[in-house]
């Protein structure tokens, strides 16, 4: 018992598997809500909005929510829009997660995409790839 909550109140702890739950739970229930047109916001009507990923705080208070419009354009008008819905959404969360309380949102730009293009831009480098070719030789030649 001691063990978890020193575990517990630690800041380098990695999320528990009740917050990740939860996380999940509120980006499938959001994605849902949005895709079926549960809001009644017209821009958020125009705009297909993929959430990509939610992070809650450990006493689930707060919900960050990751998302990006189909295309990557107008994320900031899509943040915008969303947070203006927040209540809404907040809403239909509430009747789908089974706690006490309601994270409230926070809305941010999924920026995965972008730093998954950089990455892939990085190692087609013809200087990345030399060295990749190079470190391949080197382990090819210590397993003869």
Same mark, same amino acid.
């Given at each position: ?8 109140f630690? #800041? ?14 509120? @980006? %499938?229930? &959001?994605?849902? $809500? *949005? ?38 354009? #107008? ?9 203006r819905?927040?209540?809404?959404? @907040? %809403?239909? &969360?509430?009747? $789908? *997660?089974k ?37 391949? #030789? ?7």
């Amino acid at each position: 018992m001691a063990l978890m909550a020193k575990n517990r109140f630690q #800041d380098t702890a990695g999320p528990t598997q009740r917050q990740l739950r939860i996380a999940e739970l509120i @980006r %499938r229930t &959001l994605s849902e $809500a *949005l895709m079926r047109g549960d809001v009644h916001d017209p821009d958020l009507g125009r705009m297909s909005i993929t959430i990509g990923e939610v992070r809650v705080t450990p006493d689930l208070s707060i919900a960050t929510v990751f998302a990006l419009p189909l295309g990557g354009k #107008d994320g900031d008008l899509a943040i915008k829009a969303l947070a203006r819905n927040k209540g809404e959404l @907040r %809403r239909i &969360l509430g009747k $789908a *997660l089974k706690i006490k309380h309601t994270p409230d949102l926070r809305f941010m730009v999924d920026e995965t995409f972008d730093q998954m293009d950089k990455t892939n831009r990085l190692l087609s480098q013809e200087r990345v790839q030399r060295d990749l070719r190079a470190k391949d #030789d080197e382990d090819g030649s210590e397993d003869t």
